[in-house]
């Protein structure tokens, strides 16, 4: 759906109701990053500039469903994760790769959470690796919440000041999600036939 359509249907909903497709759409866009999210978010932040919602509300409410959703995530790769590497010790699935991701979320843990949300097309990946890198649930939540605290001022901020020129707003965040999203298919790729070759070496 465009900006447009999304408009004129959440236009037609209650205050409530809005907030609560604000909150659902963060939430499902770390299940299905294809989702529009962020273009839902735009919405409510042109529906804020002009009255129909509140600034504040509208940032809590992207920011606990964003969270909520990242988190559910971050319990999948810590409970569920994990034992995929244990029961299929082979290829991209090896103990040896388990215990990389956990050194290396020891290194770059903090960094990564941090920016997480600005790097489209891996936000689901970091969080799942997260778990499986067992990250400590505390870190996980605070940095992440930074983290979606920081793109929703973004979105929401440049709603604010852009406010007319809003088009321009909205093209701009597609074509950066999408410059980021060919970006980490590529490096995911790369990373992915390099572990398969040592793999296969080691075998």
Not at 123 to 128: D, G, K, M, P, Y
Not at 137 to 165: D, E, Q
Not at 166 to 193: D, F, M, Q, R
Request: with cysteine.
């Amino acid at each position: 759906m465009s900006f447009e359509e999304i408009l004129f249907y959440l236009t037609t909903k209650q205050a409530i109701v809005i907030y609560m497709a604000l909150l659902l759409s963060a939430f499902i866009e770390n299940i299905f990053p294809p989702f529009p999210s962020d273009t839902i978010t735009l919405v409510g932040a042109f529906m804020a500039g002009r009255g129909d919602l509140t600034y504040i509300p509208l940032f809590i409410t992207v920011t606990i469903g964003g969270l909520t959703g990242a988190m559910l995530l971050y319990y999948l790769g810590r409970f569920k994760g994990r034992s995929f590497f244990r029961k299929y010790d082979k290829y991209y699935l090896r103990i040896d790769n388990l215990h990389k991701i956990e050194r290396w979320f020891k290194r770059w843990g903090v960094l990564v959470l941090i920016v997480s949300r600005f790097m489209a097309g891996v936000r689901s990946v970091v969080a799942i690796a997260a778990g499986v890198g067992n990250v400590p649930a505390g870190r996980m939540a605070v940095f992440t919440f930074i983290s979606f605290c920081l793109w929703y001022s973004v979105l929401i901020g440049g709603m604010y000041l852009l406010k007319s020129n809003w088009p321009k707003l909205v093209v701009a965040v597609k074509s950066y999600n999408i410059l980021l999203v060919i970006i980490s298919a590529v490096a995911i790729t790369a990373w992915l036939i390099i572990i398969y070759r040592r793999s296969g070496i080691k075998r």
